[in-house]
């Protein structure tokens, strides 16, 4: 999983194995450690969106349904997209699929 964010923007891509993992309720997470803390990025299943985040550690709750219509959709350059209202304005949260394996392709 490979998390990019920016003030108002997070982008997250998830590569085929790792969504059909999420898919079959597996969560993912993602975290790296500083000297003075760890931040972490934690997706998860779940009825609902949600978010929870805490100090440099972030929850994110996708809903069942959203990624059963992605599955149906892939391949899709787009993914899934959410707001998230927080203390600073809206921020987007996109969630993409990697279908490609890194393999390079013939011309």
Known sequence: MKVQFDERRIRV???KAEFAALCGGAPLSVSAGWAT?????????????TTVGEGGN???TLPRADLEVL??????KDGLTY?????CGACELTV???????????R
């Open 13 to 15: 891509r998830l590569g």
């Open 37 to 49: 803390g760890t931040w972490s990025f934690a997706i998860g299943l779940g009825d609902a969106f």
């Open 58 to 60: 972030v929850r994110v």
């Open 71 to 76: 599955s149906v959709r892939l391949p899709a």
């Open 83 to 87: 707001a998230i209202d927080g203390p």
């Open 96 to 106: 993409e699929v990697d279908l490609h394996d890194g393999r390079a392709r013939a």
